[in-house]
């Protein structure tokens, strides 16, 4: 079982960057695939990025080119660099964890933090 919990959201200004943290407990940490989800106001959750055990990763097709995960095993983190953000990436950001990449259900999920890009 691995426990998530976000951080690095806040107010920031159209154009501006931002990276995302999630800390993980557990000892396997590096065996879970891993990824960030978004929520905006009125909306679904929707996955923006993942990546695997290897590094392999994915993105959403609105933040390629903008956005970059990236994981740390020796210190059970994972990252999401935003950079050039949009009004439209304003959301509740979730981190979310599951047992192998074939899982059709993300199992573990942090409580979210607010990203707002606002002027």
């Known amino acids: 079982q691995v426990q998530l919990v976000e951080s690095g959201g806040v107010l920031v200004q159209p154009g501006g960057s931002l990276r995302l943290s999630c800390a993980a407990s557990?000892?396997?940490?590096?065996?879970?695939?891993m990824a960030w989800f978004h929520q905006a106001p009125g909306k679904e959750r929707e996955v923006v990025s993942a990546i695997g055990t290897g590094g392999s990763t994915y993105y959403t097709d609105s933040v390629k080119g903008r956005f970059t995960i990236s994981r740390d095993n020796a210190k059970n983190m994972v990252y999401l660099q935003m950079n050039s953000l949009k009004p439209e990436d304003t959301a509740v950001y979730y981190c979310?964890?599951?047992?192998?990449?074939?899982?059709?259900?993300?199992?573990?999920w942090g409580r979210g933090t607010q990203v707002t890009v606002s002027s």
């Open positions: 979310a964890a599951k047992d192998t990449y074939f899982d059709r259900e993300y199992k573990y």
């Open positions: 557990g000892r396997t940490f590096s065996r879970y695939y």
